[in-house]
């Protein structure tokens, strides 16, 4: 059964892990399009293709157009790879409302292909035209969709489709690559570490993170942000302002294959994300890969987190700043603590969120497309 599966996404090299391990299952025959870079917006920084992890599979890197733009990009040259590869399945790693998706399931249908796309979109918008027509289009054309978390699921069905779905994240963690060093590095510290990792935009409250490290004392402690964006100026100033600026480090932005390194420095990750009326936390994968490392997370209560998190880590209300700085202090002041929540992220990522099992969901998926 040969699959063609398009994905931005997978410009990120540790992302490739996931197709490895699709490679791997029986009956399946991958071949994989991505660009040969992504752009975080029109003028954003561009991410070059990672060729990290490409074993088992075949590679296709194609061209897009208006590359950058979430909805409205696309690959000229699908219809004629459709062509040429002949699969079995297409899988748009796109959502329903994605011109991307609109045009490759169209050449799809053309060829007699079935096709499905993924989303993440937990909160029900109604999007302006041509996107609306987008997203009903390829409602009806599809004969599969994958939802990234429970309630995308819901939204989906409220909006109308009715097609056959199943609840799988895009991606997992390599737990031999995510994993807890032989002897974390921070037991015979002084000075505890409290990471987060991810882009710095507004919505995601590293903020509110700083503020409530501010009434943390002197003593102890230390903040390590992993990750780049907008914000950075602003939050640079607010570390300083707050008086805090020599105990806060920022490191930009780094390779995911050297993400590990990183977590494994952390005793503790905070996730801080921030509800919109546009957006709410879809997923929140900083918290997998660093649960796979053996680091105790806090994340608030936005969107998809407590449902991420279940019991391993520690939740709290989203925006509230007291609430987090009484969750770091006593996790500060207990290592039992932090060594039992880090034990339980581990278990629970080997448990649910692995490249392997979700490897394993989504081949499920493309043997009952495919009869």
Excluded at 10 to 39: F, H, S, T
Excluded at 164 to 191: C, E, M, W
Aim: glycine share 8%; aromatic share 10%; with cysteine.
């Amino acid at each position: 059964m040969r699959i063609l599966l398009v994905s931005k996404a997978l410009v990120v090299g540790a992302y490739q892990r996931k197709l490895e391990e699709l490679a791997r299952q029986p009956q399946i025959e991958l071949v994989a399009v991505v660009p040969p870079n992504w752009r975080d917006g029109w003028l954003g920084p561009a991410t070059t293709l990672q060729r990290a992890h490409t074993e088992g599979y075949e590679l296709i890197v194609a061209p897009t157009r208006f590359n950058g733009d979430f909805h409205l990009h696309y690959y000229p040259t699908l219809p004629r790879i459709l062509a040429e590869v002949r699969p079995d399945v297409l899988h748009m790693d796109e959502e329903a409302y994605n011109l991307a998706t609109w045009l490759a399931l169209r050449a799809a249908e053309r060829q007699r292909i079935p096709g499905l796309f993924f989303t993440w979109q937990n909160l029900k918008r109604t999007y302006p035209w041509p996107f609306r027509y987008f997203e009903q289009a390829n409602y009806r054309a599809a004969r599969y969709a994958i939802a990234g978390n429970p309630t995308a699921e819901r939204v989906l069905r409220e909006k109308g489709y009715t097609g056959p779905l199943a609840v799988i994240p895009q991606f997992g963690v390599d737990p031999a690559l995510y994993a807890p060093s032989g002897l974390h590095t921070n037991v015979k510290r002084q000075s505890a570490v409290i990471g987060y990792a991810g882009r710095l935009v507004p919505e995601k409250g590293v903020d509110v993170l700083l503020r409530a490290c501010e009434g943390l004392g002197r003593n102890g402690w230390s903040v390590e942000i992993l990750g780049d964006g907008p914000e950075r100026p602003r939050l640079e100033a607010l570390a300083r302002e707050r008086g805090i600026g020599d105990r806060v480090r920022f490191l930009g932005q780094v390779p995911s294959t050297q993400a590990p390194d990183y977590y494994r420095r952390m005793d503790v990750l905070v996730l801080p994300s921030l509800s919109r009326p546009n957006w709410v936390e879809q997923f929140g994968r900083v918290l997998i890969e660093a649960m796979a490392c053996g680091v105790a997370v806090v994340g608030s209560s936005s969107g998809e987190i407590p449902w991420v998190v279940g019991d391993a880590g520690v939740i709290f209300p989203e925006g509230n700043v007291e609430a987090l700085r009484d969750v770091l202090t006593g996790l500060l002041a207990d290592e039992g603590r932090r060594d039992e929540l880090a034990r339980r992220g581990r278990e629970r990522v080997l448990a649910q969120f692995t490249q392997a099992q979700i490897a394993a969901a989504t081949a499920a998926v493309y043997r009952e497309m495919a009869g």
